[in-house]
C-alpha cells in the first residue's frame, strides 16, 4: 500500500484524542518523531504540541512555511476554503451524525429503535409485522 498521506508542514489534521477532539488544525512544525505543533485558528484549537497518536491525518494541505504565524494559518485556510470543503466530506457528517446521537435522550433512541425496525420490515416485505409494530406519531 503507497501512502499518500504525509506528516509534513501544512498538513490539515483532525484531533481526536484530549480536551480539543473533534476540531480542525494545521501542522505548523514537526517538534521530533512523536509530537507536531499544530493551530487551528478557525476551529478555536490553540496552537500547541500534540502526539500523533492524538491525530488523524486529512487528506487536505495548505501551502505554508515553516513555523508560520497564526494569522498566516489562517489565511491559507481562508484562501484554499478548508472549512468549507472539510464540512462536505463525509467523514465529517458521519461525525455530525455520530455527535447527534450522542446527545439523544431516551425516548429519542427509542424512536430511533423502532424507526430501524419499520425501515427493516418495509425493505424485508414483511408487512405483518409492520402493523404490529408500535404506532408513533
Not at 455527535?99 to 427509542?110: A, I, P, T, V
Amino acid at each position: 500500500m503507497v501512502f499518500k498521506r504525509f506528516v509534513e508542514i501544512g498538513r490539515v489534521v483532525l484531533v481526536t484524542y484530549g480536551e480539543h477532539r473533534g476540531k480542525l488544525g494545521v501542522i505548523v512544525d514537526v517538534v521530533d518523531q512523536n509530537r507536531v505543533l499544530v493551530d487551528g485558528p478557525q476551529t478555536g484549537l490553540p496552537r500547541q504540541t500534540i502526539n500523533f497518536k492524538s491525530l488523524t491525518l486529512t487528506p487536505f494541505k495548505v501551502k505554508i512555511q515553516h513555523g508560520s504565524r497564526t494569522g498566516v494559518v489562517m489565511k491559507a485556510l481562508e484562501e484554499k476554503k478548508i472549512m468549507e470543503q472539510w464540512k462536505n466530506t463525509l467523514w465529517y457528517k458521519k461525525l455530525c451524525s455520530r455527535e447527534n446521537r450522542r446527545k439523544l435522550g431516551d425516548f429519542d433512541r427509542f424512536k430511533v429503535m423502532i424507526a430501524k425496525k419499520r425501515k427493516a420490515a418495509m425493505v424485508n416485505g414483511q408487512v405483518k409485522k409492520l402493523k404490529s409494530l408500535h404506532t408513533m406519531k
